[in-house]
Structures are given as C-alpha cells and as structure tokens.
C-alpha cells in the first residue's frame, strides 16, 4: 500500500445552521450532527440537526412564500428568471471557495468540484432562461367556448438529494422548481451538508425572497421522512438507493399522495463490440466507471466486451487503472479521490471479497490506498459473470467488471436482464448495429461512442426501478407544474 498526506486547505466553515426564512436557525431540539473529511475521517465540524419541528417551521415559511399574493408570486417570470442568474453569477464569482469546501466535504478532486460548480451555474442559468417560456395552449374547440391550459407551480416542493454531487443535484433540483414558481425545502446528505449551506447565503444574497428556498440539514430517517408525509408539501423530489426511493413513494402515498419524482441507481451496461477502435473503448470504459471514483448512478458498472476483443481490452484496461492516480484531492495530478464515508468504503470491500470467492479474476487493485481516509485502488475483474453480485448490484465504488459476450442478440437480453435501466453506452463503428441496440435497450439514455454525455438540454431518468419522471430539458420542467384547464363560455354574440 503506497501512502500519501492529504494536505488539507485551511477552509473557514462559515454556515453549520438551519436556513429557513432567509435566517439562519438553531435545531429545534437543541441536536447537532458531525460532519467527516472522507480524505482523512477526521470530524470538520457539527451540524444543526433539522427534525419534524424544523421542517414544520420551514413549510410555514414556504406557504407564506407561496401566497397568491406573497412577492415571489407577484414577480414577473422574467425577473424570477433574473433572480436565478444572480444566484448562477454568485455561484461563478465564488467557485473557488464552493470548490474547496465541496472538496473538503465529499472527497471529490478539486478539479472536479470546479466543474461541478461551473455545471451547476449552467443548469441554474438554463433554467432561469425556462422562467418565463414555459407556456399553457389555446385548444381547438367551438366558437362560443373558449379553451385553454394554464401552467400553475405546484406548490411547496421537498428535494432529498444524495452525497455524490452535493451542488450539482442540488443546482439540478432548485432549477425547474424555481423557473416554474414554486418554493421549495431541501434536505442535503447527511454527509455533504455544508456547500448546500454556503449555497442558501448565496440564494439570499441573489435577493430571493425569505421562504422561497429553505435549506434543513439532517439524517434520512427523521428530517428527509418529515419531508415525505408532510400534509402541506405538494411534491417530493428524490436521488438516491431504490431502497429509499421504495419507502419515499409509499410514504408520500400514505399522506397526501404528493407528487413524487425518482432519480435511483442503476447498474449500467456499457458494451464495447468488435469493430470498436481498441484503446479509444478501453478508454471510454475506464472513464465511465471510475469517474468521482466511481460513485456515480450513471457508472458503468457492466462492462460487455465481445469475446474477439476480450483478451485485449482486459490487458489494456489493467495498465490503465493501474496508472490512475489515487490521492489528495486538493493535489491537481490525483484523478480519483477518497470513497464518501466508512460505510460505504467497508461496503465496497466486502463486494470486491465477493467477486472474488465467485470466482472471478482480480487483475489489479481493490485494496485500500493509503492508511488514511476512504481511498481504495481502482480495481478490475475479468471473468465475471452475470449471477455474480459484482454484476447485479449497484457497488458505487471502483471496482470494473468486465463480462464477455458472443453475439449481438445475447448481449442484449444480458444488459437488459437487471432491474434497472438509468443509462448505457455502446461502442461500435457499426451504424445499423448501433441503432439496432438504441431501439433494444431498455434504458432512459443510450450513449453511442461516448459516454455519460448529460446536457442540461436533454432529459435524463431511468427505466424501470432507476427512477420515475425526468430531471432536466424541458420534460424536467413537467414535475414541476400542474396543468390547469379553463373553459370560458362566451354569453351572448356582440
Ligand atoms: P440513500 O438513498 O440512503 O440517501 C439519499 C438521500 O435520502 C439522503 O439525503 C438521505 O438522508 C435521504 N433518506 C434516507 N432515508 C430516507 C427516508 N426514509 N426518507 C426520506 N429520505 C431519506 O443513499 P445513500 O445512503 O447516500 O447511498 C446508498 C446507496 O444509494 C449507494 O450505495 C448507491 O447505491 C445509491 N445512491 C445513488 C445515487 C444516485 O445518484 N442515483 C446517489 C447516491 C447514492
């Protein structure tokens, strides 16, 4: 095991509260929670713990922000739009700061929580353009009644959003929810709280009216749960574990049957076939799973390689990830960081244990990298087959399984054999093969000679037990509007 220092950035911590009225606020219940360095598993400070209590006191302050007559509803669409690019300009101006302090929290290289910030300015600067194009019609109909449809914001919305991307989800949730007029309650992982905090200093300084965006830090359980069967939020937003997102829909059911929308895993196939230019696919393959060290719902965590090919990819790829260079996240020559916490570093380990008694090959890594912190050494397994749990199960860790197919028809049914269906790639010069395979897989995106080409344009959700609803584009709007239908019969002719 090598072994390497993380240096760590003296990061002022300025925001630990609750954000709620454009206030900052003590837990009801006096609780705080610690908060890790995943590059080095020392504590960086508490949190205030948000419960019942505070989510009751953040959906006061977002009625009230939801009146018909409150300011927010009054403003125009276009300068509820211009409210939105001042926050996508503040979260520009401060991007080093978010950068290092995202860096801090998740572990994530800095190099890659820049882009993330920069991304999310986009997403929120996209958005703000939707703010006041997102029209209703006029329906055909007889010359005496007049039809049409009104896009009405639906309300109060809650977002539960994971640790993987604090700001990005965050930025990809506040966006089609403000840009259509609601007001929202969000709840950050209990691991990244702190970005999502110093972002709420930022959506007040934009000059977002109190109650429009309230920010409540806490566990699943207690704060995310409150959020789910509050009576008085109309909708809930979720990215994260299917198990969860199972208990979410349920939950929401059981109160007042808000409206849900699911972003979950995946375990996504990403086949490399035989006319695939060898060292382009190898390379597109290592990028699609070990990207944010592999925690990632898009990962390709199914590599299919046609069995012409296979010997080849398995040695390249291993020369590869074995030059991926694992380290300090704030050092600008480290391309993987640190896994998210303990947990899910122990997790990975025993999957890794576990591919290995099924009987397939470890070519390289799956040990831990370094003495301190969460850091594993990029693994890949040959030989994998498809009852193993390496290729069953979402391991959101580095670990490249690699399986091998024969013809086209098999793999197909192979890569659609899962219950899920986010994402998934093919590599082939092969037009008609390609679109033989867009058409068959069962996937919310398919990415050919490419992969993980999200664009705030284009809709992104999952198939099956990946999600439900689209995030992004304009169909990312949908979840966040009701469709009112009005009928004006005209009295008498003039
Ligand atoms: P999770 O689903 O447990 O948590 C995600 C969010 O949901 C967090 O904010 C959490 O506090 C909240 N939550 C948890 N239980 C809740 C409940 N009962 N009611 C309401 N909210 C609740 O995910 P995790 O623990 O962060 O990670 C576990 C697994 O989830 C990962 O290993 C991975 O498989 C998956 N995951 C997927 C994504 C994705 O983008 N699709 C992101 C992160 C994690």
């Given at each position: ?17 609750i ?8 837990a ?5 929670f ?28 977002a ?10 509803r ?93 700001v ?27 970005t ?47 198990e ?48 944010n ?6 990962a390709?965590s ?7 090919i ?46 290995k ?23 890949v ?13 979402e ?7 690699v ?9 197909i ?21 390609a ?6 897989l ?16 284009a ?10 609803g ?25």
């Open positions: 095991m090598s072994s390497f220092t993380v240096k760590v950035p003296n990061i002022e911590i300025k925001y630990t509260q954000f709620i009225n454009n206030e900052w606020h003590t009801t219940n006096g609780k705080t610690p908060v890790f360095n995943p590059s080095t598993g020392e504590e960086i400070c508490r949190v205030e713990e948000g419960t019942r209590e505070d989510i009751n006191k953040a959906v006061e302050a009625r009230e922000a939801f009146r018909s007559d409150s300011l927010w009054e403003l125009e669409p276009s300068a509820r739009g211009g409210l939105m690019r001042k926050f996508a300009e503040l979260l520009r101006r401060d991007v080093e700061y978010l950068s290092q302090l995202e860096t801090l929290n998740n572990g994530k290289t800095l190099v890659n929580s820049e882009i993330d910030i920069m991304n999310s300015a986009a997403c929120i600067d996209y958005y703000a353009g939707w703010a006041d194009k997102f029209t209703g019609e006029t329906i055909p109909s007889t010359p005496d009644l007049f039809i049409y449809t009104r896009h009405e914001p639906v309300g109060v919305c809650g977002q539960i959003i994971p640790w993987n991307y604090p990005l989800m965050m930025a990809l949730k506040l966006g089609p929810a403000l840009a259509c007029g609601n007001v929202v309650i969000l709840k950050p992982a209990e691991e990244t709280p702190l999502a905090l110093y972002c709420a200093a930022l959506i007040k300084e934009a000059g977002f009216p109190p109650g429009v965006v309230n920010i409540v830090p806490g566990d699943g359980p207690n704060c995310g749960h409150a959020i789910v069967i509050h009576e008085r939020i109309d909708k809930v937003a979720f990215t994260g574990s299917v969860v997102g199972k208990k979410i829909q349920e939950n929401a059911a059981k109160s007042n049957l808000k409206r849900v929308t699911l972003e979950l895993g995946g375990k996504s196939p990403l086949i490399i076939c035989e006319d695939a230019d060898l060292d382009f696919a190898v390379f597109v393959a290592h990028e699609a799973i070990f990207h060290a592999a925690q990632n719902c898009i390709a199914r590599t299919f390689v046609h069995s012409k296979y010997d080849q990819f398995i040695e390249k790829s291993v020369a590869l990830a074995k030059m991926r260079v694992v380290g300090d996240p704030f050092d600008d020559n480290t391309q993987q960081g640190p896994q998210i916490s303990k947990q899910q570093f122990d997790r990975i380990l025993k999957y890794i244990e576990s591919g008694k099924a009987g397939a090959k470890l070519e390289c890594g799956g040990t831990k990298a370094n003495d301190q912190g969460y850091f594993i050494q990029p693994a397994f040959s030989g994998v087959t498809d009852d193993m749990e390496i290729a069953r199960d391991i959101f860790g580095p670990v490249m399984s399986l091998k197919f024969d013809s086209y028809d098999e793999v049914e192979r890569a659609n054999a899962t219950p899920f269906g986010l994402v998934a790639g093919v590599i082939t010069k092969d037009l008609t093969r679109l033989k395979f867009v058409q068959e069962q996937a919310g995106s398919v990415w050919v000679n490419t992969y993980g080409a999200m664009k705030f344009q809709p992104f959700g999952g198939f099956k037990q990946s999600g439900q689209r995030e992004l584009g304009k169909y990312g709007l949908e979840p966040y509007y009701e469709v009112k239908t009005v009928a004006m019969k005209l009295l008498s002719k003039m």
